[in-house]
């Protein structure tokens, strides 16, 4: 097969139609796409799009077997280091980790690692050709809190070198942010679940509904006989703007919307007795994924004006690129270098607008970005009747403040080594509760340096 110049696109729904539907957006690579696209890797030696993998994929193995057409054997190689293949070749930002470090980029555009990772995962899938791996069990247990990516590639790798894990999840359903916060136009349920269920096959118990630092402590844990908690809660406390107003009746933090959405199955209402209220004019405030998330659910829900309120200009967006660009492609309307200044509500305490000014960008920040600067009078008001805060999360302390030895940081997070060892023997932690909210390779990667390390501390016990 000729070597193509050129990425192969994927195929998406188009805007006019998935703007009010909750399929999903890209529908994937076919076969024959997947092979062209295969063929554009060089195989380098070096393999540099490996060191942008936060869990170590053999990249250039597994694009090897797709180039084969040995499919099945492609997704068993990414297997190898992750458990996570059909979510990750969703979710992850590929071009600014491993495709960043692919030789293409400087002859035009790097391999679609992301989406030929996606494609084996789902072919495996569809096929129903999961192969488990030989496992040696032994008697240690490990308790791992939260069913998060962290705590699912922790399980998973640890349920592979032999212990007894359980995973003890708060909400009623496993995948944490995956299933609450990630709409199923971006990432369907189905997908999850068909994940978990392969961490569970691995031997991995999941308990549901069980509230670590209320219904049961970690000193609970380690009195019930596990050796070693690795933490994985996330970071699901919403930050709000302290601005006037954020109290009346229509502003939502976007933690709560989408969780109404996806886990309480808002999007499938009336056949889901769980609708969403939402006005006509959404006002969303932020420029990360969330954000965009929160934007693109608006929409589908019939909202018929949806602004995207940025204090910077689109550049400084810190949201992936194809999130941008599939937002506007849907209507989505970028309020840029805005800030709000209060949410404005009417006499029966329902929102009514949102107060902004205009910024102008000035000298950069600690961040690297240009800060923003008030353009003095530039007063205005944006005629919102619902508005969604998406401006970021912080940790919920309920763990730290009932586990003795643990040391967090004033942003509530808890400090690790750079094995994700804490401060507390034997208790590990990783992903959302250690760095804030971040993204699900990043929380997989310190899933598996913790599962890691707990190995080498059991083994050596």
């Known amino acids: 097969m000729p070597l193509s110049k050129v990425r192969q696109p994927m195929p998406e729904q188009c805007p006019n139609e998935r703007r009010r539907n909750f399929s999903e957006v890209a529908t994937g690579y076919p076969a024959e796409t997947a092979l062209i696209e295969a063929n554009r890797c060089l195989q380098c030696k070096t393999a540099p799009c490996r060191t942008g993998c936060p869990v170590e994929v053999d990249i250039p193995a597994f694009i090897q077997l797709i180039r084969s057409e040995k499919y099945e054997q492609a997704a068993q190689k990414i297997k190898e280091k992750s458990s996570l293949p059909a979510v990750c070749g969703r979710v992850c930002p590929q071009e600014a980790q491993c495709e960043s470090h692919c030789v293409l980029n400087k002859k035009g555009a790097a391999v679609a690692i992301g989406r030929l990772e996606r494609f084996v995962a789902d072919y495996e899938r569809n096929q129903g050709t ?45 995948g944490g942010v995956l299933v609450y916060g990630i709409p199923e136009f971006r990432l369907p349920k189905d997908i999850v679940a068909a994940e978990v269920e392969y961490v569970k096959k691995l031997g991995v118990e999941i308990i549901t509904n069980v509230v670590i630092g209320k219904t049961l402590t970690v000193e609970d844990l380690f009195a019930q006989g596990f050796e070693a908690v690795f933490i994985g809660s996330g970071a699901g406390a919403p930050q709000f703007m302290n601005i006037p107003g954020e109290n009346y009746n229509g502003v939502y933090s976007a933690n709560e919307f989408l969780t109404r959405v996806n886990l309480m199955k808002g999007y499938d209402f ?155 023997e034997g208790v590990y932690a990783g992903g959302d509760i250690v760095t804030g909210a971040a993204t699900v390779i990043s929380a997989m990667g310190a899933g598996k340096r913790a599962a890691k390390a707990i190995n080498e501390y059991l083994a050596e016990k």
């Open 130 to 174: 999961t192969k488990l791996p030989t496992i040696e069990a032994g008697n240690k247990k490990v308790a791992v809190v939260g069913a998060g990516p962290a705590g699912l590639t922790a399980a998973g790798d640890l349920a592979l070198a032999g212990y007894k894990v359980v995973i003890f999840e708060a909400l009623h359903k496993a």
């Open 270 to 424: 009336p056949n889901q007795h769980t609708p969403v209220w939402l006005g006509k004019n959404v006002a969303i405030v932020g420029g990360g994924n969330v954000a965009m998330d929160a934007a693109r659910t608006s929409m589908r829900l019939g909202a018929e004006h949806v602004w995207l309120v940025y204090r910077r200009s689109e550049e400084e967006m810190p949201a992936r690129r194809e999130e941008i660009e599939h937002a506007k492609e849907e209507g989505i309307e970028l309020a840029l270098l805005t800030n709000p200044l209060a949410v404005q509500g009417n006499d029966k305490g329902w929102v009514s607008g949102l107060e902004c000014v205009k910024m102008q960008l000035g000298e950069a920040d600690a961040s690297g970005r240009r800060r923003p600067v008030e353009v003095a009078g530039s007063n205005f008001v944006l005629p919102a009747d619902t508005v969604i805060i998406a401006i970021g999360n912080t940790p919920n302390p309920l763990i730290p403040q009932t586990t003795p030895g643990l040391v967090v940081t004033k942003k509530g997070t808890i400090t690790v080594d750079d094995n994700g060892l804490t401060t507390r």
